[in-house]
């Protein structure tokens, strides 16, 4: 086995370099965070991603259900703001008449909405497996992984505005004497009290609403609790801003022009194959398809039903448009596990393979 020689006149070479040479380079960044383009296509990543998109659309749909934007407001905000001034609600909610099915359709957002940050982050984590360890887990492994570590990925989301509203209770509290006429000078000399954690709340909104674009991503590729995650993601931000700037703008930029060639290949494919059936247009690019078409409107011959036949050409339209917004959000998603990646490589020398643990076997 060979040692280090203990003579002391061994010549010893030490290299001397500028802190600036260690550093990545910007075009390497840049080709990480732009190869997501070509991640994003794998079957692997895109079938996760089409899974997370029809959750979306179904979270949608129960919102909708349970009254969530179906409010009733005044004409203009001159009637709003006099309803308000005369003690009157401005809005009317269109689920209050269900108290029930409201309760049942909040409980399906929150279980949801769960599993949506479920899923987005195995996807960035199997991308981050992928990058930093050359090791393609399966999308089941993934998942395992996310159920076992389900409270800290959605805790990463849900627990830092909690604990901000938690944090500005008492300053809530202690303002309900102001209305006693000798309270209201105690509760005003003491109003530094509840000053100090509405002020620690304040710095954790703020902090999760700057990370909030990377949160998901850094909890899916660092350990620690959630408050810790938030404020070392806004950390992160603040220190390399104008390389987080520059990798979000190659992320755009990047996105756009294959968002062009995908969506493009979509629509040229429902285009071409609808030419059979008389269509004189090809569905939209930047709207999601519809379940009821132009097919429907076209017919089919034959003495079979048009309408039955063209709802069912409508649905394998729709699939083919929403694998190509399938591919969007997932490009989304690694993009941002990229871009945590390489500012976190920059900012604190960490290599893409120091990930959190356990991960995913």
């Known amino acids: 086995m060979n040692t280090f020689p203990s003579d002391p006149n061994w010549p ?4 001397v370099s500028r ?7 910007w075009r390497d960044d ?33 919102g909708h259900a349970a ?25 009317i909610d269109a689920a209050a008449s269900d108290p029930l099915g409201g309760l049942l359709h909040g409980v399906l957002l929150v279980v949801g909405g769960m599993a949506l940050v479920m899923l987005s982050a195995v ?21 395992r992984w996310a159920i076992a570590s ?3 990925l959605v805790g990463a989301v849900l627990l830092p505005p909690v604990l901000a509203f938690l944090l500005s209770v008492p300053a809530i509290l202690l ?7 000798v309270l209201d000078v105690v509760v005003a000399v003491l109003w530094i009290v509840p000053l100090v954690p509405a002020f620690a709340g304040a710095l954790l909104g703020v902090a999760w609403l700057v990370s ?4 998901v991503p850094a909890a899916a590729c660092e350990g620690g609790d959630p408050v810790e995650t938030t404020v070392r993601v806004a950390s992160l931000l603040r220190r390399r801003f104008p390389r987080t700037l520059a990798m979000v703008t190659v992320a755009i930029a990047s996105g756009l022009v294959a968002w062009l060639l995908v969506a493009g290949v979509a629509v040229t494919t429902v285009g071409l194959a609808s030419i059979g059936l008389g269509e004189s247009s090809a569905p939209s690019v930047w709207s999601f398809p519809t379940l009821a078409g132009s097919a429907a409107e076209a017919g089919t011959s034959g003495g079979e039903d048009p309408g039955i036949a063209a709802r069912v050409i409508d649905w394998w339209h729709a699939g083919v448009m929403s694998l190509a917004f399938a591919w969007a959000l997932g490009f989304v998603l690694l993009a941002s596990g990229r871009i945590l990646l390489v500012v976190r490589r920059v900012a604190d020398r960490l290599p893409f393979d120091d990930l959190g643990e356990p991960g995913p076997e």
């Open 30 to 62: 840049a080709a990480v965070v732009g190869s997501a383009v070509f991640a994003a296509m794998r079957p692997d990543r895109l079938i996760p991603a089409w899974i997370v998109l029809m959750l979306l659309r179904l979270l949608g749909a129960v």
């Open 12 to 15: 010893t070479v030490t290299v």
């Open 67 to 91: 009254g969530i934007g179906e409010r009733m407001l005044p004409g203009n905000p001159i009637d709003a703001w006099r309803l308000w001034r005369e003690g009157r609600p401005a809005t």
């Open 212 to 215: 909030l674009p990377f949160i």
């Open 123 to 143: 996807l960035v984590r199997l991308d981050a497996e992928r990058l930093g360890r050359d090791r393609d887990l399966p999308t089941w492994a993934g998942l």
């Open 175 to 181: 303002a309900l004497p102001t209305r006693v006429p």
């Open 150 to 152: 389900w409270r800290r």
């Open 19 to 25: 802190p600036g040479d260690l550093e990545p380079r």
